[in-house]
């Protein structure tokens, strides 16, 4: 009896599990991820593709991306925090995989019939095709950012309810979910692209984004159905009382004998005066963007959790992540793609494994010490990228200036430029890095000692244990201390810092390209990281005092608003 009854136990467990809303946005986050991960992937090797191997529509679009998340994160945030949670989720699901359907049967049909575009109108056809590619896949972006900001800082915080660890656990889950989804999506559909053909990707591509919204739209609205709290926000609380006490006022006149005339003229003032300030005029409902975007940039910068979250977008500043920059430099320094793909697959459990120490700090230490701890982790491990500067086998060499090709260009020399990297490469995820790599000649440069590189990514792979824990640990401050009311236009306000420090990161390299150079930008890169993390010890001594070095004892809830958290 006793075995039976903790079987049925066990299977009561699971089956709860597997139908809670925890699960549910596991689930819809993993397809929606995995859809994310394939078209970033896809549409920079479709642009290439395009444009006869050429980077410039890449470029292009990874511009018009950055740019628009720069300028729109603080409006689209503003939409998220003013209109209900469903409402919002299904919208931006709706117009994110509609719009990469709709790009992806745009780009069959170009490939389809490039040559007579190319014939037609003096190609200005094909042209025209390729800004609407750009401009709608621009569109999905902005869509896929008001989706993440609604479903990873607001649905999950409801979810989690009071409970704080339960909110650690959930991000990391939706974390880990992350990295497995950015190595193996953009390697399945570049397995398609490989033995199939660019025009089966797209249709692939969309196929899935159908199948997947259909799915998606299912579970977010059972996400909703199971979890009341999300049909209460915070806004529209305070709209619903003043509905509330208005009814209240007339049943209070109605119950009455007669209202004074005084009374009357004074109440049709009063409405008068309300009707005037629903219909503003033209020109302020048109400068209403600009308000928004400056309130929401006045709102971040008087959050408590200010520093902390300029602490992270500093961390973006940096060449010293697996993005095409380093496997570039990698490549020079006489690394082959299969070694590569090994040193990837050791970052991607590198930040699985940070993810999980996480949890398991953040218990032992409180929240805000995790930081602390996973920014000194990240910064000792950086120091060996420093040192690789220095030991043999590194080009390094400041007497070579990084300046001398383009100028020798300018002046009339007709060698061509090095290739450089271009903001193209903000879209480029770790595989495809790795595509990327083993396309290229396998003819490898002679290198005397590989010390430097070995030190550089050895560097690079461990500091990924404190990246990702102080990025979880950011993400949860924000989420704990941000206001319901704001939650939406403080995250869009967040994703433009990260946006701007990661543009200026490509323009450095862009203005350094050559390997000699690639060293100071090392040096930099750690430098803007020690500085992110000044600022981040500067939160985090503000918040807990001398406390903040007693790391065997979790803090008090001190560093965040009870109220804040949704209930």
């Known amino acids: 009896m006793e075995n039976t009854t903790s079987k049925k136990r066990c299977c009561d467990s699971v089956r709860d599990f597997f139908t809670s809303a925890k699960f549910l946005i596991y689930l819809g986050h993993a397809l929606s991820t995995w859809g994310d991960r394939m078209w970033n992937f896809a549409v920079a090797v479709f642009l290439v593709e395009l444009y006869g191997n050429s980077l410039l529509l890449t470029a292009v679009y990874g511009l018009v991306v950055a740019g628009s998340v720069l300028l729109l994160g603080a409006i689209i945030g503003d939409w998220v925090d003013k209109n209900p949670r469903l409402r919002v989720a299904q919208t931006s699901l709706l117009v994110q995989n509609c719009a990469v359907i709709l790009c992806g049967v745009l780009l069959m049909l170009v490939f389809q019939f490039k040559e007579q575009l190319t ?39 409801v979810v989690a309810g009071d409970d704080r660890s339960s909110l650690a656990d959930m991000n990391a889950t939706v974390r880990i979910i992350d990295q497995l989804t950015n ?45 009341p709290a999300l049909a209460i926000k915070a806004g529209q609380k305070d709209t619903g009382d003043q509905e509330l006490k208005h009814l209240n006022i007339q049943k209070e006149l109605e119950n009455t004998e007669g209202p004074a005339e005084g009374s009357q003229l004074m109440n049709e003032a009063a409405v008068v005066k309300s009707d005037k300030e629903k219909n503003p005029g033209c020109c302020y409902q048109m400068s209403e963007p600009l308000r928004t975007f400056r309130d929401g940039w006045v709102a971040y910068y008087n959050q408590s959790i200010f520093f902390a979250g300029m602490s992270l977008a500093f961390l973006y500043m940096t060449v010293l992540g697996f993005d095409c920059i380093t496997t570039g430099y990698a490549y020079t320094q006489g690394l082959n793609g299969s070694i590569l793909s090994l040193l990837m697959g050791a970052s991607a459990v590198s930040g699985i494994c940070g993810t999980v120490a996480f949890t398991w700090v953040r218990k032992k230490c409180g929240l805000i010490r995790t930081g602390f701890i996973a920014g000194m982790a990240q910064l000792s491990c950086l120091m060996l990228c420093v040192v690789s500067v220095f030991v043999p086998g590194s080009p390094f060499d400041l007497s070579v200036s990084p300046f001398e090709s383009m100028i020798s260009h300018l002046l009339g020399n007709n060698a061509p430029l090095p290739e450089a990297p271009t903001m193209s490469s903000m879209l480029t995820t770790e595989a495809q890095g790795l595509v990327n790599i083993s396309m290229q000649s396998e003819e490898m440069p002679h290198i005397e000692s590989y010390m430097s590189v070995s030190l550089l990514f050895a560097g690079v792979i461990a500091a990924r244990v404190g990246l990702w824990s102080f990025d979880l640990t950011v993400t949860q401050l924000i989420q704990e201390n941000v206001a319901e009311a704001e939650r939406g236009v403080i995250n869009g306000v967040q994703n433009s810092m ?55 004892s979790p803090e008090q809830k001190t560093d965040a608003d009870p109220s804040s958290l949704a209930v």
């Open 119 to 157: 014939v037609l109108y003096n190609g200005w056809l094909l042209t025209t095709c390729y800004i609407l590619v750009i401009t709608i896949a621009n569109i999905a972006n902005l869509a896929s950012t008001a989706m993440s900001i609604t479903i990873q800082r607001d649905w999950v915080v």
């Open 183 to 227: 190595i193996l999506a953009p390697m399945l559909v570049g397995q398609i692209m490989a033995f199939g053909s660019h025009f089966m990707g797209c249709g692939f591509i969309s196929g899935w984004n159908l199948c997947s919204m259909c799915l998606e739209y299912f579970l977010l609205w059972k996400v909703y159905q199971k979890t």
């Open 498 to 552: 990260n946006y701007l420090l990661d543009l200026l990161h490509f323009v450095m390299v862009i203005l350094a390209p050559n390997p000699e150079a690639f060293g100071l930008l090392v040096i930099i890169s750690v430098s803007f990281v020690a500085m992110g993390h000044m600022m981040y010890f500067r939160f985090a001594f503000r918040s807990l005092r001398s406390r903040l070095f007693l790391c065997c």
